[in-house]
């Protein structure tokens, strides 16, 4: 069955410490894999994906088949990336599904 | 400003009163889906559209329903709410794209939610 694994229900770091949000999937076929994004009071968003391969707002996630993993990273987190992190696999069954993870808070003190 | 809008985005209403929480997408996209958001569990989606006229359950269609009139609009439909529905709902939107596996598509938009509470 596919499942996406997100381990911490909370990360808290200070400003300036390095981050790593982590995903674990499990999937039989070949894995597309996001990370999504929810901003207090707002709505979730695409923040990358790992056929991409870009980074953006300083964040960087690859994909490791061996592992199953697609963790999401930052050398140096802001106050401003605090927010809830989801990890999602797209499942093809020969139409779209996104298998999310139950989330990550990520929460970044002054 | 392309953007997927549900309404409302807060509703409190009884066990038993037929509810519909409405959304528009303004990007001519294919596909429409509703998912639910609850603690320790995340979002799994309810029922999704592939079309106008084209709908399918997802992982959790209990006690919903839902329709696909119009390209725009996927409202979602509560019969008969119970309080287990209390919830955070999304819609999401996005383009299909028929590649190599049908339904390949790119990556999905969502509404700013609706949080649902039953009493």
């Known amino acids: 069955a596919q499942r996406v694994t997100q381990p911490e229900k909370l990360l808290s770091v200070f400003k300036g410490a390095p981050v790593e949000l982590k995903c674990n999937y499990s999937?039989?076929?070949?894995?597309?894999l996001f990370w999504y994004v929810q901003y207090s009071r707002q709505r979730l968003q695409l923040l990358l994906r790992?056929?991409s391969r870009e980074s953006i707002k300083g964040f960087t996630a690859d994909l490791n088949k061996g592992e199953t993993s697609f963790h999401l990273k930052k050398p140096f987190a802001q106050e401003e990336d605090s927010a809830m992190y989801y990890c999602?696999?797209?499942?093809?069954?020969?139409?779209?599904?996104?298998?999310f993870g139950t989330g990550t808070r990520l929460l970044v003190s002054p | 400003e392309a953007q997927v809008t549900q309404n409302p985005r807060y509703l409190i209403t009884v066990t038993g009163k037929k509810l519909t929480v409405t959304c528009s997408q303004n990007?001519?996209?294919?596909?429409m889906s509703w998912y639910r958001q609850d603690p320790g569990l995340g979002l799994r989606q309810i029922y999704y559209?592939?079309?106008?006229?084209?709908?399918d359950k997802g992982d959790v269609p209990e006690g919903y329903k839902v329709s696909r009139k119009e390209k725009r609009n996927f409202p979602l439909i509560l019969e008969s709410p119970s309080p287990n529905q209390t919830s955070l709902y999304f819609c999401?939107?996005?383009?299909?794209?028929?590649?190599?596996?049908?339904?390949?598509?790119?990556?999905?938009?969502f509404g700013q939610g609706t949080r649902l509470t039953v009493v």
């Open positions: 999401a939107s996005s383009f299909l794209i028929r590649g190599g596996l049908r339904g390949l598509n790119t990556e999905a938009f």
């Open positions: 999937y039989s076929g070949s894995p597309e």
């Open positions: 790992h056929i």
């Open positions: 999602a696999l797209k499942v093809n069954t020969g139409f779209q599904k996104l298998v």
């Open positions: 990007m001519n996209h294919e596909y």
């Open positions: 559209s592939m079309n106008v006229e084209v709908t």
